[in-house]
């Protein structure tokens, strides 16, 4: 067996015999285009020899499932407006995806608001739709579906569009295609999928929005190109958690996977809705955060301020906000450090409001995280803020659907 298929030291699973898939020519087929399209994705331009160089793929092969991607319009050629080399040769022809090739859809549910998005198969928004999330499942994701089939009318430039992905903010049962319940929205095991499906007339994958996060970064998080174990912690009005094992989102066995925000802090703490006490999201949440300044100020009952208006009071310097927020911040050390331990990430990101204090937070965390001394590690554990400015959660929602199309099937 030759080095790039050995099984030693990971890379490696048991086959699952319930619904085993042995690895037929049609498979091969499947795995390398798709190796082969996701390096394009990530470093187009980039030549046939480039492509073998990088794949270990030999250049025959690489020409033909190349010439393949050309016919089906994956590809374009980048010809450089015709540029010689300095001998006088042609020089290699680059190739780049066919941004045309699919339109992806978005769609990044919120308790107030839902944003649909277009964008084409480099992921670049294209068009971009914003609706008051409605109360009414059945008719909001009736009324989605009929605003997607206009944007594919209005765009038409598409070869054909690949399919909606949906961020919900709360439990998915994403293999059932359910969204299970939430505290923000009042939305009771709602058949996403086949509501979505029936009024956009595409393929709809679902998630939740820290999950559609944790794998917007590892695709598209520029400083964790090389990351394959990934902490997403969202910190929003719960903390909601994403895992990315080896590349791929782990769901759990009944698919509801990340509830780390109901892991017990404080066997003495105040009662959660969950039905424990002390949970982490009790201490750390937007919720937890906006609740203590109140408390730090006096002020409970009155109007609470947004964790938006809390963080821009840290950055004029108001005390009880910044103690507020900082408090939070060795909060999320605590539970990420825990974390760490036991899941052994590359990177842990937070996103949510909180880190537009990052100045403030990140180094609490970290005092945390420095703590504890369990694993002997070269170096600390990346910590870093999600990548995105804007809502990560809508570019997790197209990512769904760019992770159906690259990314490589299990064989076994
Ligand atoms: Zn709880």
Redesign the pocket.
Known sequence: MSKSVSTRGGMSRKPNLDSVRAAGHDTLRLVNSRILLSILSDRQPISRAELAKVSGLNKATVSMITGELLRDRYLIEDDGGGRTTPIGGKPPTPLRLNPLRHGLFGLDVRADETILALADFNSRIVARRSFETGADARSFLGEIGREVKRLREEHAEFIDAAGVGVSLPGPVNSQAGRFLASVVLPWREVPVVEWLEESSGLPVTIDNSARCAALAEIWHGKALAQARNLLYVGVSAGLACGVVIDGALYRGGNNVAGQF??V?IDLNGPE?????RG?W??YASDKATVARYQQLRGAQGRRAPSMRKLVELVESGDPAATEAVSETARYLGIGITGLINGLDPDVVVVGGEITRAWGLVEPLIRAETAKSVLAPREQPVAIRRSSFDVRPSLKGALTLVLNNLLSVPYVG
């Open positions: 925000g109901h017990m959660c809705r969950c039905g424990q949970c999201d009790l």
